[in-house]
C-alpha cells in the first residue's frame, strides 16, 4: 500500500507557473504508474497526465499537452507536476494516483491509489 501526500498548489494569475508535488510512502515506488487528475467544482474528476513506472513514457490530457509536463524522482518517492501558462480553466483541485495495475491510464478508476489533493486557483 502507498500513501501520496500532494502540495504546491496555490493561487496564481493566468500565464504563471506552478509545480505540484506527490510524496509516496513506501519502498516499492518505482513499480507503480503515477498520475495527475483534477476536479473543478461542479464537474467530473478528469485526467491530466500520467507517466510509466521507469518514467519514459508520458501521456496527456489535451487539455494540457504542451503546458504541463509530468515526471518522476525514484529516489526521491516523489512525482511532479510541471504546469506552465496556466489559465483559469486549470483552477481544479488536483489529486496524484497511483496504480499497480496496468489499466486504461487516463481512467481514474484504474487507480488504486489517490492522495488528497491539492488546490490550483488561476485568476484572469
Known amino acids: 500500500q502507498v500513501q501520496l501526500i500532494e502540495s504546491g498548489g496555490g493561487l496564481v494569475q493566468a500565464g504563471d507557473s506552478l509545480r505540484l508535488s506527490c510524496a509516496a510512502s513506501?519502498?516499492?515506488?518505482?513499480?507503480?504508474?503515477l498520475g495527475w487528475f483534477r476536479q473543478a467544482p461542479g464537474k467530473e474528476r478528469e485526467f491530466v497526465a500520467t507517466i510509466s513506472r521507469g518514467g519514459s513514457t508520458t501521456y496527456y490530457a489535451d487539455s494540457v499537452k504542451g503546458r504541463f509536463t509530468i515526471s518522476r524522482d525514484n529516489a526521491k518517492n516523489t512525482v511532479y507536476l510541471q504546469m506552465n501558462s496556466l489559465k483559469p480553466e486549470d483552477t481544479a483541485v488536483y489529486y496524484c494516483?497511483?496504480?499497480?495495475?496496468?489499466?486504461?491510464?487516463?481512467?481514474?478508476?484504474?487507480?488504486?491509489?489517490w492522495g488528497q489533493g491539492t488546490q490550483v486557483t488561476v485568476s484572469s
Open positions: 513506501g519502498r516499492t515506488f518505482s513499480t507503480y504508474r
Open positions: 494516483a497511483a496504480t499497480t495495475g496496468y489499466p486504461v491510464v487516463d481512467a481514474a478508476t484504474g487507480y488504486n491509489y
